[in-house]
């Protein structure tokens, strides 16, 4: 669907200009020209967008935009949509055949050797698809599946011989086995409580859409509980910004400083609650 179908030539997120569209109060909004002109066209005049923005209406799209300066959209794509969704797919049963696999087996060495061999052949074949069906994490692209399908394929076998394979070593390796199993304990927290980190953190962003609306004065987006660790903390507190010049979103330490917090909080989290065994499931 990604790479087959193609908007039809009159598809207004194929014309010579496009614009990004945001909405205002109410209903309306306004459309204009200051974005990434190339990211745009990817997503407007891709099939992915075209399909859903035929589905499910333009309005309804995450990313809506027009080929005219002016109010309302006439093109839309979502990151999320139903043709990326339908992508992302066999990549969450490449993962149930990897369980199922060494289920069936019960036994270590031959699961490590069976995900070892498809590791390195999904791997193989996305780099080999790449030249022809580019790599592309938005559209979730068929050699973007099949490289990222891969090389979780070969981490697992990695960490599952590291850690988890103890009948594959003799019984004077089981201390390096429990000192590794120990080492790698907090992917393991954060594993078993993967819905809770994606959701809360900054990979989905609601809790920091919460911190965010603890403010204290206008314009709330610079004087709230985010803003005031970036800002203060980082960059004056810990003199962050001597290392760099502007603001924070443009300071690598300072941005690299709070992402390794906010990694080390939600460690802290996954852990408490893997100890008291609450698991957030589906």
Not at 224 to 241: D, E, G, K, P, Y
Request: charged share 15%; proline share 5%.
């Amino acid at each position: 669907l990604t790479y087959v179908v193609r908007p039809p030539g009159d598809w207004p997120g194929c014309a010579d200009e496009i614009f990004l569209c945001a909405v205002g109060a109410g209903e309306h909004g306004s459309c204009g020209g200051d974005h990434d002109r190339e990211l745009v066209r990817q997503w407007a005049c891709s099939a992915p967008g075209y399909l859903d923005s035929r589905m499910f209406g333009v309005r309804r799209m995450y990313i809506q935009g027009s080929d005219r300066s002016s109010w309302p959209p006439r093109w839309g794509f979502d990151p999320e949509g139903a043709v990326t969704t339908l992508s992302a797919v066999p990549t969450m049963f490449l993962g149930l055949y990897a369980f199922r696999a060494h289920w069936a087996s019960q036994d270590s060495l031959a699961s490590l050797c069976h995900w070892l061999l498809l590791g390195a052949l999904l791997t193989v074949c996305g780099l080999a698809l790449s030249p022809l069906v580019p790599l592309n994490k938005q559209l979730w692209s068929p050699s973007y599946g099949l490289l990222t399908g891969g090389v979780a394929t070969l981490l697992n076998a990695i960490f599952f011989g590291l850690v988890d394979s103890d009948a594959m070593y003799p019984a004077r390796a089981m201390t390096v086995t429990g000192f590794l199993r120990r080492l790698f304990a907090p992917l393991q927290w954060l594993g078993a409580n993967a819905i809770i980190f994606f959701v809360l953190s900054d990979c989905c962003g609601w809790a920091s859409h919460l911190l965010g609306g603890i403010s204290w004065g206008l314009p709330s987006k610079d004087k709230n509980v985010i803003a005031w660790f970036q800002n203060t903390v980082l960059m004056r507190w810990l003199h962050l910004s001597e290392h760099c010049s502007g603001t924070f979103d443009s300071c690598a330490p300072a941005v690299m400083a709070f992402v390794l917090v906010e990694l080390a909080f939600w460690v802290a989290v996954c852990c408490m609650l893997h100890r008291r065994g609450v698991f957030w499931k589906i």
